[in-house]
């Protein structure tokens, strides 16, 4: 199994920084691609960005040029360093783990961490 524990959200205000991390453990050999999507209070969960073993990265087009993605295998730690935030971008915020190497959807993501809120407001 796949354990994955986010850190990092909290209130921000509108333009403001925040930097989200998710820390895998357990059986992390059998991650390959991994991602963040985001869930506002009634909406689906949404897609915000993914990172392939490989280091391909896509991005949500909402969140393309203020959030960027990234992995640090020696600590199996995955990272989402969000910039210029916007009231929109409010919502928990999930880490996801998937041992294929191009999952086509939400529901090819085997392991999810707890999810972490994010508020933009002033």
């Known amino acids: 199994q796949v354990q994955l524990l986010e850190s990092g959200g909290g209130l921000v205000q509108p333009g403001g920084s925040l930097t989200l991390s998710c820390a895998a453990s357990?059986?992390?050999?059998?991650?390959?691609?991994m991602g963040w999507y985001r869930q506002a209070p009634g909406e689906q969960r949404d897609l915000v960005a993914t990172?392939?073993?490989?280091?391909?990265?896509d991005y949500a087009d909402s969140v393309k040029g203020r959030f960027t993605i990234s992995r640090d295998y020696a600590k199996n730690t995955m990272y989402l360093q969000m910039n210029s935030l916007k009231a929109e971008d409010t919502a928990v915020y999930y880490c996801?783990?998937?041992?294929?190497?191009?999952?086509?959807?939400?529901?090819?993501?085997?392991?999810w961490g707890q999810g972490t809120q994010v508020t933009v407001s002033s």
């Open positions: 996801a783990a998937s041992s294929r190497h191009y999952p086509s959807g939400i529901d090819e993501y085997d392991y």
């Open positions: 357990g059986s992390i050999f059998r991650i390959n691609t």
């Open positions: 990172i392939s073993s490989a280091d391909s990265r």
